[in-house]
């Protein structure tokens, strides 16, 4: 019998997980991609014209409690913040809902800092990965598996050739949701969405050889300063679909003439306590679960959360780090 959707995202999910431990060589309780990171607690306050798009509680309550997660790239715990590899940087943000039935409840925004992503399905980062470590083999293929992958596969090379310099900052960095969402107002309309986060100090970056000069955790330890001397602060933003625009493939970004409306501000105010513990155990979900919002029919977004979810389970069961 043919495997179920369901089937097929759990099959391919779990061998993604095993490839990125795999290309990473990543301990036990880590993420196989972005391991790497640091969680921040602060508030999300709302536009008015968030509610005016979205029935959603966190887009309509005067404040949300949000606890937001800024990460390097790889599965690497200890990957240098001035390496290359490190780019580009993720930033979750967990909005952390009133509790229903006693249960707490929260949705989640997953970003990056570049606006592009490789491929637009899992079974294609599957094979991009496949192609990476067949390259690194030392009786490799001329041209290496990965030339011909990118040569077939222009999404992907757009991904490899796109600028990805360090930030200064966790928080003068910007960063971007690939994938579209449909926001659902109380009157029952629909608005495609992406979503985007730019930071309040504005985006500064590094050259190469100033970020060689830098010490290795310092985008952690700057985080951390500036918390402490009076917060980091974010706007986010939804990037407006026109009708045609494509919804369901993370590779096909949309016009920069779009219209885009401000949603709320996100301000930082402090860094979680029992941090590595915390960011063991906390696994984000890139589908939404909340009245008001709802995935597209992107078939990452089921990919991801289900990634997640192994990856987090995986985590959970290996207990403390040592």
Do not use: C
Not at 95 to 122: C, K, M, Q
Not at 156 to 177: I, L, M, R, W
């Amino acid at each position: 019998m043919p495997l179920s959707t369901n089937e097929k995202t759990n099959e391919t999910a779990a061998a993604l997980v095993k490839t990125l431990q795999g290309a990473f060589h990543t301990p036990a309780g880590f993420r196989p991609a972005h391991a790497r990171g640091i969680l921040t607690n602060g508030n999300f306050t709302p536009t008015p014209e968030a509610s005016s798009l979205s029935k959603a509680t966190h887009f309509n309550q005067s404040s949300t409690p949000v606890t937001v997660r800024f990460s390097n790239s790889t599965g690497l715990p200890q990957i240098p913040d001035n390496a290359n590899d490190a780019n580009p940087r993720g930033m979750a943000v967990r909005f952390n809902l009133p509790e229903v039935n006693g249960r707490r409840h929260h949705t989640d925004i997953i970003a990056h800092s570049t606006p592009f992503f490789p491929v637009r399905t899992g079974e294609m980062f599957l094979e991009l990965l496949g192609a990476i470590g067949a390259s690194s083999a030392p009786d490799a293929s001329n041209p290496s598996p990965i030339e011909v992958y990118l040569g077939k596969t222009p999404s992907a090379k757009a991904f490899v050739e796109a600028p990805k310099p360090t930030p200064a900052s966790f928080a003068t960095e910007k960063y971007f949701g690939v994938n579209a969402f449909k926001l659902v107002s109380a009157e029952g309309k629909q608005t495609f969405v992406r979503y985007r986060i730019t930071p309040d100090a504005g985006e500064l970056h590094l050259s190469e050889e100033e970020a060689k000069s830098k010490d290795p955790a310092f985008l952690h330890n700057e985080i951390q300063t500036r918390i402490i001397d009076g917060g980091a602060s974010f706007s986010i933003w939804a990037q407006i679909a026109n009708e045609g625009d494509t919804t369901d493939d993370a590779t096909v970004r949309w016009p920069e003439d779009r219209k885009v409306v401000k949603l709320g501000t996100i301000k930082l105010d402090a860094v979680v306590g029992d941090n590595d513990e915390k960011q063991r155990t906390m696994i984000f979900d890139p589908v939404p679960r909340v009245e008001g919002v709802e995935p597209s029919d992107d078939p990452l977004i089921d990919m991801r959360a289900t990634i997640y979810l192994i990856s987090g389970r995986e985590r959970r069961a290996a207990g403390p780090h040592h």
